[in-house]
């Protein structure tokens, strides 16, 4: 039989526009979740603000989270402000040990 998939719904400490503390806290959430899916809620990564700044998902500010991703070999979405060649989207981004991508794109 296949192993079982564990998901876990994190809350972890986020400071509003702080993606690199933001990125610290959730990369040790990751960790310390033991799961094979990590969740977190929309805009956690730059705290609810709507007017953040878009998140690099190819920078360096997110490398911490494919690292802990890598790591423990699971899988978070994050949730982030991006921008894409169709414009300026809230999304939650998929995080694995292969990078960042965008999994969903809020449209209103």
């Known amino acids: ?3 079982n998939l564990v998901v876990a719904a994190v809350q972890p400490r986020v400071l509003d526009g702080d993606v690199e503390a ?9 960790i310390s979740a033991d799961a094979r899916l990590v969740v977190f809620p ?3 990564l730059t705290g609810y603000r709507v007017d953040a700044e878009p998140v690099d998902l190819a920078g360096d500010a ?10 423990t070999r699971s899988v ?5 402000p991006v921008e ?5 989207f809230i999304a939650m981004v998929r995080v694995d040990a292969a ?8 449209t209103f």
């Open 99 to 106: 990078g960042v991508t965008v999994a969903y794109r809020k």
């Open 76 to 80: 978070a979405l994050a949730g982030a």
């Open 22 to 30: 933001n990125v610290a806290s959730h990369a040790e959430s990751i």
């Open 42 to 44: 929309e805009l956690s």
């Open 84 to 88: 894409t060649p169709g414009g300026r």
């Open 62 to 71: 997110v490398a911490e989270l494919v690292r802990a991703c890598a790591a």
């Open 1 to 3: 039989m296949g192993e």
